[in-house]
């Protein structure tokens, strides 16, 4: 598993389905916008494009850390935790321009 990613890398996330990152790639972020937006259109049709791109246990592991990134992000934003490092009137993520 490669490590760290480059702006480019970022860059081409915003629309992935159109960049050349590897098929690979592309059905994670496929994973995660299904979780996040759709997570009923999981169906078996979508797992069979997934099991073509990872192991059982690779799925389950992204599944996962998908799932807890979204938990863990909701959660911050429903209480209102701040990192230390952010000032008392810097504008929060899920607040654009406060």
Do not use: C, N
């Not at 990613?5 to 970022?10: A, M, V």
């Not at 389905?17 to 972020?29: F, I, P, V």
């Not at 998908?66 to 911050?76: K, M, V």
């Amino acid at each position: 598993m490669q490590t760290g990613l480059t702006e480019d890398t970022i860059q081409k996330m915003h629309d992935y389905e159109s960049s050349d990152l590897s098929e690979r790639q592309k059905m994670a972020l496929r994973l995660a916008d299904k979780l996040a937006f759709d997570h009923r259109g999981v169906d078996t049709a979508f797992v069979a494009r997934l099991r073509l791109q990872f192991s059982e246990e690779e799925i389950v592991d992204l599944g996962m850390s998908i799932a807890f990134l979204f938990g863990w992000g909701r959660f911050i934003e429903a209480f209102g935790i701040l990192p230390d490092s952010w000032q008392d009137e810097s504008a929060r993520p899920w607040e654009p321009g406060k």
